[in-house]
């Protein structure tokens, strides 16, 4: 049984559309048969499995079944090119991967170029030269491994925003099944009193690293995970009341979703289940998280992390109404803020945020990018900048990459953006650095209304609109010089939007009209 699970009758599982579920026995038993699976086919604790698969339950009893036996597993991006999914696969290393047969353009993609696969397996239907999970794992004991069992881990990959992504490689597997919680299983349990009695709502694809280790540590804990297929704010605000959900987790482009939905609509939402609502992901615009604060309560928890999970923030709702903006203050590691010189800064001092005294990361066959990301004392970062003030409260500027430097100017392009989506018209919005022979770069905006104009004068109206909102709340040389609408931006659904893609097209806009 999952450590930490003691009831095999209680729901591990249930699929928010589909209805269908999986109860703590039947996942066990599931995931017992595919970690001596595994084994049977030669693999070792400390060897490395792939999946690619939707939100479904097959995903969870394979990844439980790869932490029984001790494995490395890396959850990919359905969303991955062919590609991008050859080089995850092959870069980690992989000897096994298990694929759905929804993606079957992705699993032609495992074929001749990845030839250190040794076993190509399917779950949930046939894949041509896939064996089926589901008939292999039937032939298996349900009985746990013996002991020595050890725990798997998790080796996900960064999500590839400014370039190829990298692993991030956990130390060597050595704890046991029993002695080892996801990261976060602690936090759950002794901060928000997290146990069987829970009901969590995960609406965001499984293969992401927050919704994958918080499901865990929540069937750690015993409670009921209840999966999203795919977003949508109506649907979501359907499962908290039918399901009667105690904790989620969002992102802020959800919060954005929830807001504009009728006002009518949210007014009758039944949220009276709700515990609590963690967030992260992405920067939430301050307004945003005070609209939600005003509708579902002083329940909403920030926290600020990453992939790499050298360190984690928290704050809570009352600290942020008196620290508004702020993402808390260490739970895990301990935040320093660090000038381009290196030296430690003081309150109120903004340079690159770092962590000391946390779980230690490298990237995985990339050992110059792990010894960029840390200093001779040990500390490590990722790109993230920002100021702690007086209390130790951590407050994110920006990513260093979308720094835009107009006129010789710094702009952080995240409080525009917040900015914008504070407009109630905005759905979304990415502001970045294009090309300007007079300042060098400007700065632009691409946003996604609530609803695109239908006409050209329309636009032209809203556009003016929302560069008037941006010179009302920011100074002149933050507001963007012009402003373009588009019914969708190239937003992942983890939160992440990518801000490369916009700003190489404008940029290649540029350069073929010069």
């Given at each position: 049984m999952i450590p930490g699970a003691h009831d095999p009758q209680r729901t591990a599982v249930v699929m928010a559309a589909s209805g269908e579920t999986l109860t703590y026995g039947e996942l066990d038993a599931a995931a017992n048969r595919i970690a001596r699976l595994f084994r049977s086919l030669g693999l070792e604790p400390g060897d490395h499995v792939a999946l690619c698969l939707e939100n479904s339950p097959r995903f969870f009893?394979?990844?439980?079944?790869?932490?029984?036996?001790?494995?490395?597993y890396t959850a990919c991006s359905t969303r991955l090119t062919p590609e991008e999914l050859q080089y995850v696969v092959d870069d980690c290393g992989a000897r096994v991967v298990v694929m759905s047969p929804r993606y079957t353009e992705l699993a032609a993609a495992i074929g001749d170029a990845t030839p250190q696969i040794e076993h190509r397996l399917s779950a949930?239907?046939?894949?041509?030269?896939?064996?089926?999970?589901e008939d292999l794992a039937a032939a298996q004991d349900a009985a746990p491994l013996p002991d020595p069992r050890i725990a798997g881990r998790d080796m996900l990959y960064s999500s590839g925003t400014t370039g190829r992504p990298k692993g991030i490689r956990p130390k060597e597997l050595t704890a046991s099944l029993e002695a080892a919680p996801v990261i976060v299983t602690p936090v759950l349990r002794d901060m928000l009193g997290v146990g069987p009695e829970d009901v969590y709502l995960s609406p965001a694809p499984l293969y992401h690293a927050a919704p994958l280790r918080f499901c865990l540590a929540f069937h750690q804990l015993g409670a009921t995970v209840v999966v999203m297929e795919r977003f949508d704010a109506a649907d979501a605000l359907r499962v908290i009341a039918e399901r009667r959900v105690?904790?989620?987790q969002m992102v802020p482009t959800m919060f954005v979703r929830l807001l504009r939905l009728p006002e009518a609509e949210r007014a009758a939402a039944d949220l009276s289940s709700l515990r609590f609502a963690l967030h992260a992901g992405a920067p939430c615009p301050p307004e945003i998280k005070r609209q939600m604060i005003e509708w579902w309560g002083p329940i909403i928890h920030e926290y600020y992390a990453s992939t790499e999970g050298c360190g984690l923030t928290w704050i809570t709702s009352a600290d942020w109404l008196t620290h508004p903006g702020s993402v808390g203050r260490a739970l895990i590691g301990v935040a320093h803020i660090v000038g381009e010189d290196g030296a430690e800064l003081g309150?109120?001092?903004?340079?690159?945020?770092?962590?000391?005294?946390?779980?230690?990361?490298?990237?995985?066959?990339?050992?110059?990018?792990?010894?960029a990301a840390t200093d001779e004392r040990g500390w490590q970062s990722f790109g993230d900048i920002g100021h702690l003030d007086d209390e130790g409260f951590l407050y994110l500027t920006d990513r260093a990459s979308h720094m835009i430097i107009t006129g010789g100017v710094n702009v952080y392009p995240q409080e525009t953006e917040d900015v914008l989506q504070s407009h109630p018209a905005v759905m979304d919005a990415a502001v970045f650095g294009i090309p300007s022979e007079e300042w060098g770069e400007e700065v632009k905006a691409v946003v996604q209304p609530v609803t695109m104009p239908d006409d050209a004068a329309g636009a032209e109206a809203l556009t003016?609109?929302?560069?008037?909102?941006?010179?009302?709340?920011?100074?002149?040389?933050k507001c963007p010089r012009s402003i373009d609408l588009r019914p969708e931006l190239p937003r992942h659904d983890t939160g992440k939007l990518y801000k490369?893609?916009?700003?190489?097209?404008?940029?290649?806009q540029t350069a073929a009209t010069t």
């Amino acid at each position: 049984m999952i450590p930490g699970a003691h009831d095999p009758q209680r729901t591990a599982v249930v699929m928010a559309a589909s209805g269908e579920t999986l109860t703590y026995g039947e996942l066990d038993a599931a995931a017992n048969r595919i970690a001596r699976l595994f084994r049977s086919l030669g693999l070792e604790p400390g060897d490395h499995v792939a999946l690619c698969l939707e939100n479904s339950p097959r995903f969870f009893e394979v990844l439980w079944g790869a932490h029984y036996a001790g494995l490395l597993y890396t959850a990919c991006s359905t969303r991955l090119t062919p590609e991008e999914l050859q080089y995850v696969v092959d870069d980690c290393g992989a000897r096994v991967v298990v694929m759905s047969p929804r993606y079957t353009e992705l699993a032609a993609a495992i074929g001749d170029a990845t030839p250190q696969i040794e076993h190509r397996l399917s779950a949930g239907g046939a894949i041509a030269g896939f064996e089926p999970i589901e008939d292999l794992a039937a032939a298996q004991d349900a009985a746990p491994l013996p002991d020595p069992r050890i725990a798997g881990r998790d080796m996900l990959y960064s999500s590839g925003t400014t370039g190829r992504p990298k692993g991030i490689r956990p130390k060597e597997l050595t704890a046991s099944l029993e002695a080892a919680p996801v990261i976060v299983t602690p936090v759950l349990r002794d901060m928000l009193g997290v146990g069987p009695e829970d009901v969590y709502l995960s609406p965001a694809p499984l293969y992401h690293a927050a919704p994958l280790r918080f499901c865990l540590a929540f069937h750690q804990l015993g409670a009921t995970v209840v999966v999203m297929e795919r977003f949508d704010a109506a649907d979501a605000l359907r499962v908290i009341a039918e399901r009667r959900v105690t904790a989620t987790q969002m992102v802020p482009t959800m919060f954005v979703r929830l807001l504009r939905l009728p006002e009518a609509e949210r007014a009758a939402a039944d949220l009276s289940s709700l515990r609590f609502a963690l967030h992260a992901g992405a920067p939430c615009p301050p307004e945003i998280k005070r609209q939600m604060i005003e509708w579902w309560g002083p329940i909403i928890h920030e926290y600020y992390a990453s992939t790499e999970g050298c360190g984690l923030t928290w704050i809570t709702s009352a600290d942020w109404l008196t620290h508004p903006g702020s993402v808390g203050r260490a739970l895990i590691g301990v935040a320093h803020i660090v000038g381009e010189d290196g030296a430690e800064l003081g309150p109120g001092e903004t340079g690159a945020v770092a962590f000391s005294d946390g779980p230690a990361f490298e990237y995985h066959n990339d050992p110059a990018k792990t010894a960029a990301a840390t200093d001779e004392r040990g500390w490590q970062s990722f790109g993230d900048i920002g100021h702690l003030d007086d209390e130790g409260f951590l407050y994110l500027t920006d990513r260093a990459s979308h720094m835009i430097i107009t006129g010789g100017v710094n702009v952080y392009p995240q409080e525009t953006e917040d900015v914008l989506q504070s407009h109630p018209a905005v759905m979304d919005a990415a502001v970045f650095g294009i090309p300007s022979e007079e300042w060098g770069e400007e700065v632009k905006a691409v946003v996604q209304p609530v609803t695109m104009p239908d006409d050209a004068a329309g636009a032209e109206a809203l556009t003016a609109e929302l560069l008037a909102h941006c010179r009302a709340h920011l100074a002149d040389l933050k507001c963007p010089r012009s402003i373009d609408l588009r019914p969708e931006l190239p937003r992942h659904d983890t939160g992440k939007l990518y801000k490369r893609l916009l700003r190489d097209e404008y940029a290649q806009q540029t350069a073929a009209t010069t």
